[in-house]
């Protein structure tokens, strides 16, 4: 599948993937920027997507930054209509300061197929063996 990219700042990188084989592509900041603790940001990459219809992009967090820099992505999802800016917004769940650097990888877009479903209002649901259990219903 081709994704066409277009770079809307001449300084944007174009995501890509680390390795070969690995489910998400990088996205990369156009800023240098100190996110303290409790910060969130939202970063430009400076490309637009044309994503095939039936697929959708999904913004991931980055396990490298989770575990340095206790960073989070907040929401993250990349319609096929959409064509503006691709913006990774993040927050500092840290107790310190993180730093980017214009050019850091920030998160990972991964595409993938959705299925469209019919919404049926119902009075009644199926049984199930979980049934409500919600929260911590399943032990620790």
Not at 22 to 37: F, H, M, T
Not at 76 to 100: H, I, P, Q, S, W
Request: overall charge negative; aromatic content about 6%; hydrophobic content about 40%.
């Amino acid at each position: 599948m081709k994704v066409k990219v277009k770079k809307l700042k001449p300084e944007a990188v174009i995501p890509d993937y680390s390795h070969p084989g690995d489910a998400g592509l990088n996205l990369y900041c156009l800023e240098d920027k100190v996110l303290g603790p409790g910060q969130r940001h939202l970063f430009d990459t400076g490309i637009a997507l044309e994503v095939p219809g039936g697929h959708v992009c999904l913004i991931w967090g980055r396990s490298g930054l989770a575990i340095k820099g206790g960073l989070h992505h907040l929401g993250g999802v990349v319609d096929a209509g959409y064509r503006g800016e691709v913006r990774v917004n993040l927050v500092n769940l840290g107790t310190e300061a993180y730093a980017f650097k214009k050019g850091d990888k920030i998160a990972q877009l991964l595409i993938q197929p959705i299925a469209s479903v019919e919404i049926e209002e119902a009075e009644e649901l199926s049984d199930s063996a979980r049934a409500e259990g919600s929260f911590g219903s399943t032990g620790r």
